[in-house]
Nanobody, 119 residues
Framework: VQLQASGGGLVQTGGSLRLSCSAS????????MGWYRQEAGKQRDMVAV???????HYGDSVAGRFTISRDNAKNSVYLQMDRLKPEDSAVYYC??????????????WGNGTLVTVSS
């Protein structure tokens, strides 16, 4: 299974970016897909996740500004990022896995895509 992310780049504060991630692999139907981000020297944090039924959950710092969506037929997940702030700058990782009772079990990680928000 491979997850290929794209769409990162440099944007000014208040701007927008859209990240895309496509999953490939035989008979791959992830229950959960999502996005995490990591700044240099810090832990990787959940940004947003979405189930196959399109139930979503967002990290507190991005709720109301970011929107996650997925296309099950294409095994793809997207992250629309609006009103970006410098603190959103990080490497963003696509992820796929399972939603367990009380926890998220990430089974696959994609490549990172760098998002830089200038002030």
């Amino acid at each position: 299974v491979q997850l290929q992310a794209s769409g990162g780049g440099l944007v000014q504060t208040g701007g927008s970016l859209r990240l895309s991630c496509s999953a490939s692999g035989s008979v791959f139907r992830p229950n959960l897909m999502g996005w995490y981000r990591q700044e240099a020297g810090k832990q990787r944090d959940m940004v947003a996740v979405i189930t196959r039924n399109h139930n979503t959950h967002y990290g507190d710092s991005v709720a109301g500004r970011f929107t996650i969506s997925r296309d099950n037929a294409k095994n793809s997940v997207y992250l629309q990022m609006d009103r970006l702030k410098p603190e959103d700058s990080a490497v963003y990782y696509c992820a796929a896995g399972r939603l367990q009772p009380g926890s998220i079990d990430i089974e696959y990680w994609g490549n990172g895509t760098l998002v830089t928000v200038s002030s």
